[in-house]
């Protein structure tokens, strides 16, 4: 069974940083693209990055250019999501997200299989 499994949020001060992981089990992540997604209550879930299955990534966030940024370890199936100098606005739920045909999309449509969510919350 594919399975996401999200851990790393929690609070932060601003100007803080955390670290999301995404392990992926049932399937090796690096064969589809994994996209990173966050939601605020009553809006909808934004796009911000996807890595390809050929380790290309793209940034669909312009907030969050030049602060966060995304990994993998293959070797661990696992993704990263590297979030540095946090503001008050990035909190939100965090996702994970793979997409079995390996094409990366800033639209929730696509992804096939959805990590449980953590949240981040940004504040003093």
């Known amino acids: 069974q594919l399975q996401l499994v999200e851990s790393g949020g929690g609070l932060v001060q601003p100007g803080g940083s955390l670290r999301l992981s995404c392990a992926a089990s049932?399937?090796?992540?690096?064969?589809?693209?994994i996209g990173w997604f966050r939601q605020v209550p009553g809006k909808e879930r934004e796009g911000m990055f996807c890595?390809?299955?050929?380790?290309?990534?793209?940034v669909y966030l312009d907030s969050v250019k030049g602060r966060f940024t995304i990994s993998r370890d293959n070797a661990r199936s696992t993704e990263y999501l590297q979030m540095d100098n946090l503001k008050p606005e990035d909190t939100a739920v965090y996702y994970c997200a793979a997409q079995s045909g390996g094409i990366c999309s800033p639209s929730v449509i696509p992804y096939d299989n959805w990590g449980q969510g953590t949240q981040v919350t940004v504040s003093s």
């Open positions: 890595i390809n299955s050929r380790g290309g990534i793209t």
């Open positions: 049932g399937f090796t992540s690096h064969s589809y693209a």
